[in-house]
């Protein structure tokens, strides 16, 4: 049995920052690809990384070019360093990366929690007071 999909389906946020936004005018990246505004992430391939969707403040953006330890991903005029890269979550769900990767949902969660340091969240309701008699 293994109940990883089962467990951690819809449970797993990825995140990342941007590091820098920078308009292009012309060839960019190792492969000389053109994009009019890119940022740029610090995890790569070495995190096991693709071109693929992401979110970046609530709008579906891609992950245009993935180097070693950067990506570079696509941009709202809007987008500044510092906001917040969201690969896995928010409903960018395993299913969506699973399809345009051409993987298994699981291999996705693997990839994805295999990166950077874990926070984890307990989003537990909060203790009832107890009273108590002097």
């Given amino acids: 049995m293994r109940p990883g ?3 951690y389906r819809g449970a797993v946020r990825v995140t990342a920052r941007l590091q820098a936004v920078r308009d ?3 060839p960019i990246g190792y492969t000389g690809f053109r994009w009019p505004r890119v940022g740029i992430i610090l ?3 070495s995190n096991l990384l693709q071109p693929a969707p ?5 709008r579906r953006q891609m992950l245009l070019e993935v180097g070693m330890n950067t990506c570079f991903v ?3 005029p809007t987008d500044k360093p510092g906001d917040e890269v969201v690969l896995l979550g928010d409903g960018l ?5 699973a399809d345009h990767l051409q993987v298994r949902e699981h291999e996705i969660l693997c990839r994805y929690t295999a990166m950077g340091p874990r926070q984890h969240v307990c989003k537990a309701p909060a ?3 107890v ?3 002097n």
């Fill in 5 to 7: 999909l089962a467990l």
């Fill in 24 to 26: 292009t005018s012309g």
């Fill in 43 to 45: 995890a790569g391939y």
């Fill in 54 to 58: 992401v979110l970046i403040n609530g």
């Fill in 74 to 76: 696509s941009v709202h």
């Fill in 93 to 97: 769900t395993e299913a969506t990366l």
């Fill in 127 to 129: 203790p009832v007071p």
């Fill in 131 to 133: 009273a108590t008699h």
